[in-house]
């Protein structure tokens, strides 16, 4: 295994991010393959000490084909915009740190991510491609710079990933997100969307599989959501949004959810059960937690099923059942019904059941067979 290494570079002042592939020091410039680091750590130039003024220094990343960058910042403190900004102005005229995804793998054309500055660590970001540059600007003139500790620049933690920092579940092939989640496996668990406890990738479609034995249904409570997007969470209104399905294509009994608001509980009508995430290129929330559960439905209380116990009389009223073991279990028929009417026995009580519609069942719980 190769051993981490932390990046503290040397600034020129630089007032144009140039681009040098096989750089690593040396300069404001370095680019990192995961063929030669798969993880590790970078840090502004200078850090601990004050990062220099009038500076642009960028960091490329470039993994392989299936592969996702991961960003965790572990401090961040830049200079503070004036207070006369406002909020989504103040990263435009102050030093900030911006993050782009790397389209078709060049820094020729980027899509921004997101802009950082200020004193708060940013949540944990991920390229939607498998390249990711991050460059750090200061604009601070060197006329009005006074070095403090408050302003030492940032640190960050780098890692080349094919999960998608999602746990739990099986991928089929590394790099798509695609997670199948078997009750053979495991009968619950915990489900998350894309770079959990940070901002999920944009562009990214991500499908869950949950497959339950005969019998079985999937349960789905919310502990967290947030995803970009406002009603009725389609293409329309340039939402994000998360789709459930009973089927393998859309089930349109099921509405999309986007938002702030969780969804309520979510339960399967039957053994499979489908997710659908879909991001795209505009804004990212932090995405949704969910704990799953396969339950048993294969022995409901309040379940009729059609057919009635052989030497009864198919007729409306209280009679006893023949068989030993049910001892003296009352048991109500429905006339009306086929093949000789519903059978529903109460095994624990002799109450009397007189009303020969089954709405005994309203009551009290019972058995049918």
Same mark, same amino acid.
């Given at each position: 295994?190769? *051993?981490? /290494?932390?990046l +503290?570079? +040397?600034?020129?002042s630089?007032n144009?991010?140039? =681009?040098?592939?096989?750089?690593?020091?040396?300069? =404001?410039?370095?680019?990192?393959?995961?063929?030669?680091?798969?993880e590790?750590?970078?840090?502004s130039? *200078?850090y601990?000490?004050?990062?220099?003024?009038?500076?642009?220094?960028?960091?490329?990343?470039?993994?392989?084909? !299936?592969?996702? +960058?991961?960003?965790i910042?572990?401090?961040?403190?830049?200079?503070?915009?004036?207070p006369?900004?406002?909020?989504?102005?103040?990263? $435009?005229?102050?030093?900030?740190?911006a993050?782009?995804? %790397?389209?078709?793998?060049?820094?020729?054309?980027?899509?921004e991510v997101?802009?950082f500055?200020?004193?708060?660590?940013?949540?944990?970001?991920?390229?939607?491609?498998s390249? %990711?540059?991050?460059?750090?600007?200061?604009?601070?003139?060197l006329?009005?710079?006074?070095?403090?500790p408050?302003h030492s620049?940032?640190?960050?933690?780098?890692?080349?990933?094919?999960?998608? @920092?999602?746990?739990?579940?099986?991928?089929?092939?590394?790099g798509?997100?695609?997670?199948?989640?078997?009750?053979? !496996?495991?009968?619950?668990?915990?489900l998350?969307?894309?770079?959990?406890?940070?901002? !999920?990738? $944009?562009?990214?479609?991500?499908?869950?599989?949950?497959?339950? /034995?005969?019998?079985?249904? +999937?349960?789905?409570?919310?502990?967290?959501?947030?995803?970009?997007?406002?009603?009725?969470?389609?293409?329309?209104t340039?939402?994000?949004?998360?789709?459930?399905?009973?089927?393998?294509?859309?089930?349109?009994?099921i509405?999309?959810?986007?938002g702030?608001?969780?969804?309520?509980?979510?339960?399967?009508?039957?053994?499979?059960?489908?997710?659908?995430?879909?991001?795209?290129?505009?804004?990212s929330?932090? @995405?949704?937690?969910?704990?799953?559960?396969?339950?048993?439905?294969?022995?409901?209380? !309040?379940?009729?099923?059609?057919?009635?116990?052989?030497?009864?009389?198919?007729?409306? *009223?209280?009679?006893?059942?023949?068989?030993?073991?049910?001892?003296?279990?009352?048991?109500l =028929?429905?006339?009306?019904?086929?093949h000789?009417?519903?059978?529903?026995?109460?095994?624990?009580?002799?109450?009397?059941?007189?009303? *020969?519609?089954?709405?005994?069942?309203? %009551?009290?719980?019972?058995?049918?067979?």
């Amino acid at each position: 295994m190769q *051993g981490r /290494r932390i990046l +503290v570079l +040397v600034a020129t002042s630089l007032n144009v991010a140039s =681009c040098h592939f096989n750089s690593v020091s040396g300069g =404001c410039n370095v680019t990192i393959l995961s063929e030669e680091e798969n993880e590790g750590l970078i840090a502004s130039p *200078g850090y601990p000490d004050t990062y220099p003024p009038s500076t642009t220094c960028t960091y490329t990343f470039r993994g392989s084909q !299936y592969q996702r +960058v991961q960003l965790i910042f572990t401090s961040f403190s830049l200079r503070n915009a004036p207070p006369h900004l406002k909020p989504h102005e103040s990263c $435009q005229h102050t030093d900030a740190v911006a993050v782009y995804n %790397l389209l078709c793998n060049t820094t020729m054309d980027l899509q921004e991510v997101d802009t950082f500055c200020g004193l708060s660590v940013p949540l944990p970001v991920m390229s939607s491609t498998s390249g %990711l540059q991050l460059v750090l600007t200061s604009r601070t003139p060197l006329d009005v710079v006074t070095p403090s500790p408050t302003h030492s620049g940032f640190t960050a933690k780098f890692k080349f990933i094919t999960n998608l @920092g999602i746990e739990g579940g099986q991928q089929p092939i590394p790099g798509i997100c695609k997670f199948v989640y078997n009750s053979s !496996y495991t009968s619950n668990g915990t489900l998350y969307s894309p770079n959990p406890g940070g901002y !999920y990738p $944009q562009d990214t479609t991500c499908t869950y599989l949950f497959y339950g /034995r005969p019998g079985e249904a +999937v349960r789905l409570i919310f502990k967290y959501f947030d995803v970009e997007g406002v009603m009725p969470c389609n293409e329309a209104t340039e939402s994000d949004s998360l789709e459930f399905s009973n089927f393998p294509s859309a089930d349109r009994k099921i509405p999309s959810f986007c938002g702030s608001v969780a969804p309520t509980v979510i339960q399967s009508d039957g053994a499979f059960f489908r997710l659908v995430f879909k991001s795209n290129s505009k804004f990212s929330g932090t @995405g949704f937690t969910a704990d799953y559960q396969f339950l048993d439905m294969s022995y409901q209380p !309040y379940t009729i099923k059609k057919h009635c116990l052989p030497f009864l009389k198919p007729e409306v *009223g209280i009679i006893r059942s023949v068989y030993p073991d049910h001892l003296m279990v009352l048991v109500l =028929c429905n006339q009306n019904s086929s093949h000789g009417g519903h059978c529903c026995f109460n095994r624990s009580t002799n109450q009397n059941i007189s009303d *020969g519609k089954l709405t005994c069942l309203l %009551l009290i719980p019972l058995l049918c067979v």
